[in-house]
């Protein structure tokens, strides 16, 4: 396997696009490193020994080094050889080698794409590694740590390789890198969920091990087991460690030196899925520890590789153990998620990366701003259609209208398939009639009372996300702007779910607007706003929902299977027991907000320009943002109430009416008729795609909309829908 580097293969140092090569060390600073990497084996050593000592058990440091001396004959003793010879000790060591296996990863991962941002969580790989660990238990009952290492290999492998060919398929900026990343990993999380949404089972065994916890480490077969491919990880990254160096360099410097940029490429990916395949294996995935501690090792080292590679193994040994310490503290009698722990430290550690100017150095513009324009004539305005009656005149555009016309039936085929469509026999002509309450009693309560009742709730959740999406995207003047990349759907999912463990009733439509204006209010104010530093509200928004995601997975471990189980469904995005009451708020709500979005597309309009164009046209940028980011929150806000979090319509429903109102036009009417269809259309598929089994039609937009996400990264224009 080739590694696709960031900066496209063969570029030097003096190609204008590729990013500048580190300095030469200098100063006190860097050989400081040296001594730091003293105290952190020192720290590291300690937390050791406080992992040994510390567990939901009586026995003390004392009685574990009368163990580890075998004083008094302490080995003798049946207990305490349980709980420190079979249960703290090989957790322990397995704390240590999963979080140097991260460490190491992330820091070769980074220095090879020359991105800070690169990590195995945010690209994607541990979710590939996640499907393939799901594969195995699910469809072959794989229950061996072997099994579950060759599943995570392949699935890791698949992942890691599609994610860095999109990154180097087109100019490969950091920011293609991660949301390339956040793609692959979306579709390949959608996919996991078809595994274990009909399978409770399955299920049981995932929500716990996709937690990230050495909780089920007991005894040393396993780590034995996995011992040697860790081993075989660690020693290729070391030998990688002197031509990543060269490689700093430029390509041609590097050949120059003797080495191969193809075959360290190839070295670095492979030990990179080794260790991380592994790490999954041992303690489940696993984000944001690579990330956080090749930061740590770079603020101390700077970038020279070898140093950089052993401080980053040293700190991600010692986060790991240190957050491991702290799960079986924080919540006694339980024990709380090790990758919940990790997240509340590297989430604000990814935001301080991307807010730091060296980041910004390296060329962190957003892949789906506008390019500069190439054309020396601005193209033709188009023919609008002008009704006139009296003195009264009204200005409709031609090609925006007859794209709402042509999106308002496929509506209306869509709405009369999916009546239609399901596992019961029921002819055209009867569902025809039992929609008008006509025909058989039994149809007409089929039909009118379960169908049209969730088609009413997918109507009204699709329009109001295609909506807020299109506000959004418009706002922040890129397309990758929407709301589940902004953080809102999770924010919103896990105000919900909060608000059901509190009260103990489900069904607070309310928490979702309340959950998802929380969440944007922290993306914004942390990122310092939408639109001029894009790039840092997705960052700052994909660590929220990492956050969120985290809080979601832990409220499902803590409740019983079945009430877990059907959480689960809906935090994947259902429709299933949605009906008019459900609906009602979100119709409300778009009767209310879709006239105001429309009195507002004009001025939002002239915010493609700059701000100072948009003042001297009269409009107040500060203004409309705030009011049409307030718009976008309810919209997002009141369809997550519904149907949970529906990823990519949001993304996909204005980038689709934009190609058919045209670039000149706000498409916030086709936005909302698109959005509708998507949701519809894709409850339906989920319905009839499989006998017997109902797919949520969250999982199907998820699975679906990683490949739509791929097409904007890797489309030509850069134009905002």
Known sequence: MTLS?????????????????????????????????????????????????????????????????????????????????????PRTATALLVGAALGVAGAQLQSVTRNPLAETGLLGVN?????????????????????????????????STLVLLIAGARGGSPMRLVLGGSAVGATFGG???????????????????????????????????????????????????RPLTALALGDDLARGLGHRPGATRAAVALAVTLLTASAVALAGPISFLGLLAGFLARAVAGPRVGRLTVLAGLFGAAVL??????????????????????????????????????????????????????????PAPEPDLVLRRGAWSLLLPRRALLASLALAATLLAVVVVSA????????????????????????????????????????????????????????????????????????????????????????????????????????TLVSGGLGAQGYRVLVVGLAMSALASAVIQVALARRSLNSAGSLYVWTSGSLNGRDYAVATPVLIGLAVLVPLALAVARRLAVLRFDDSVAASLGVDPARVRLGC????????????????????????????????????RVPVLGSA???????????????????????????????????????????????PA
């Open 629 to 664: 980011l307030l718009l976008a929150v309810a919209l997002a806000g009141l369809a997550v109430g519904v149907c949970g979090p529906v990823g990519f319509v949001a993304l996909a429903a204005p980038v689709v009416a934009g190609r058919l109102a045209g670039p000149a």
């Open 420 to 523: 239609h469509a399901g596992q019961s026999e029921l002819g055209l002509g009867r569902t025809l009639q039992a929609v008008f309450g006509y025909g058989d009693r039994l149809d007409v309560l089929l039909v009118q009372k379960f169908r049209l009742g969730r088609i009413v709730a997918g109507l009204a959740a699709g329009a109001a996300l295609g909506l807020a999406g299109c506000l959004t995207q418009t706002l922040a003047r890129n397309r990758l702007a929407t709301p589940e990349l902004l953080g809102v759907n999770d924010g919103a999912t896990a105000a919900v779910l909060i608000s059901a463990t509190v009260s103990g009733t489900f069904g607070a439509w309310w928490a979702g607007p309340l959950g998802a204006l929380a969440a944007v209010l922290v993306v």
């Open 5 to 89: 580097q960031v900066g496209a293969p063969g570029q030097s140092r003096t190609e204008p696009d590729a990013p500048p090569p580190p300095t030469p060390p200098r100063g006190d600073g860097r050989r400081a490193a040296w001594p730091i990497a003293l105290g952190a084996v020192a720290v590291l050593l300690a937390l050791a020994a406080l992992s040994v000592s510390v567990g939901a058990g009586e026995v003390g440091p004392g009685r574990v080094l009368d163990y580890l001396s075998d004083r008094h004959g302490a080995r003798a003793d049946g207990r305490l050889a349980l709980v420190v010879g079979d249960l703290r000790l």
């Open 321 to 378: 153990t240190g957050a491991d310490v702290l799960a079986r503290v924080v919540a006694r009698p339980f024990e709380a998620p090790v990758s919940v722990l990790v997240s509340l430290v590297g989430a604000p550690a990814l935001i301080a990366i991307v807010r730091s100017r060296r980041t910004a150095a390296l060329g962190m513009a957003d892949p789906a701003e506008p390019a500069p324009a190439r054309r020396s004539e601005p």
């Open 191 to 241: 996919l996991t969920g078809v595994l274990i949404v009909n399978s409770p089972e399955a299920y049981d065994r995932y929500r716990v091990w996709a937690l990230g916890s050495l909780a089920g480490v007991e005894g040393w077969t396993t780590l034995r087991q996995l011992a040697p491919v860790l081993g075989a990880g660690f020693l290729l990254a070391l030998l990688a460690t």
């Open 127 to 159: 979710a590939g590694a996640s499907l393939g660990v799901v594969l195995g238990i699910a469809v072959l009952g794989v229950q061996t740590s072997y099994g579950y290492l060759a599943f995570a290999f392949g699935g890791a492998v698949l992942a």
């Open 673 to 719: 008729l698109t959005g509708a269809v998507l949701v519809v259309l894709a409850d339906t598929v989920g319905r009839v795609l499989i006998g017997g089994v109902e797919i949520p039609v969250g999982i199907v937009t998820t699975v679906l909309g990683g490949p739509f996400l791929l097409w904007v990264l890797l489309g030509r224009k850069g134009t």
